[in-house]
């Protein structure tokens, strides 16, 4: 089940990102050589905090706009929200961001109808939840957001064509990825803290869980669709 609609489209956002990957990885290293100041983490995260009530701001932008251009899992902004603005506050804003996000991406795609929507994403991935948002509901969409794994992005697209609420949708995105989010944010903020055990046990029981959510994905959905048809 592919993610992208297109090989090619799947290529461009693979390249952007290991060019982002490359570009983090050189300003890193000449951080450490010609400023080396800048990478404590307690200086950096001052640094970000210094610029105030734009500091969160900015990044609820980044982490919505994450949603609406690049369909991918956006834990990794979380652990950066965590990291910047401690367990709680990175938990709220990444939810404030993720659903500001989805909400763009269920307006688009309600306006827009399935053109839109196909454009996006892949065909199999489109006929796939499809049949999924008919058979399981409310339940099973949630679903897709608490397990992570998922491709819980992509679904905010599919559902702008069913007939369900937007503020349904809302509480749906802001309850079923609380959990991911707090996980990553608590990492995060064990990162800016320098708790390394901590932020590696965290990490290992999410990518514990979102391997074992993407590898049973297939066998998820059909027993979500059996359970709640």
Sequence with gaps: MRLFASPERGRRVLLHLLALVALLTVGTLAVRAFV????????????????????????????????????????LLGFVGGYLFGPFWGTVYSLVGVTIGSTIVFVLSRRFGRPYVERMLASELVARFDAFVADSGTVGIFLVFLIPGLPDDAVCFLVGLTRLPLRRLVALVAVGRAPAFALVSLAGAGAAAGAHGQVATLLGVFAALSLAGYLARDRLLDALERRFS
Excluded: C, K, N, T
């Design 36 to 75: 080396p100041e800048l990478s404590d983490p307690v200086a950096l995260r001052a640094a970000i905090l210094s610029f105030g009530p734009l500091a969160p701001l900015s990044y609820v932008v980044v982490l919505a706009a994450q949603v609406v251009v690049a369909p991918i899992p956006g834990h």
